[in-house]
Nanobody, 119 residues
Framework: QVQLVESGGGLVQAGGSLRLSCAASGVTSTTYHMGWFRQAPGKEREFVAGISWSGTSTSYGDSVKGRFTISRGNAKNSVYLQMRSLLPDDTAVYYC????????????WGQGTQVTVSS
């Protein structure tokens, strides 16, 4: 049973930075792709960023390109999202995901962490 636990969310002013972390447990393989989605109130869940199991390939949603950076830990069972130049529109619950077959579609999800950007 794969379990994902996010941390690092919080309240930040527009223009500020936050770093989200996600730790995976119960992973029997190191070949999981991982990444982040987010969901704001009243909106659909939106792809934010994904990274391949090796860490050599990344993908970003259009709204975060150039501002967010995704990376993996050395043990490959953790993923990070460095968020810079945050905007009020980035306010959402951020979910960590993991999957064997795709960087942008996942089989396992964390419980989510709230990010609130004040104007």
């Amino acid at each position: 049973q794969v379990q994902l636990v996010e941390s690092g969310g919080g309240l930040v002013q527009a223009g500020g930075s936050l770093r989200l972390s996600c730790a995976a447990s119960g992973v029997t393989s190191t070949t999981y792709h991982m990444g982040w989605f987010r969901q704001a109130p009243g909106k659909e869940r939106e792809f934010v960023a994904g990274i391949s199991w090796s860490g050599t390939s990344t993908s970003y949603g259009d709204s975060v390109k150039g501002r967010f950076t995704i990376s993996r830990g050395n043990a490959k069972n953790s993923v990070y999202l460095q968020m810079r130049s945050l905007l009020p529109d980035d306010t959402a619950v951020y979910y960590c995901g993991a999957g064997l077959y795709s960087m942008v579609a996942y089989d396992y999800w964390g419980q989510g962490t709230q990010v609130t950007v004040s104007s």
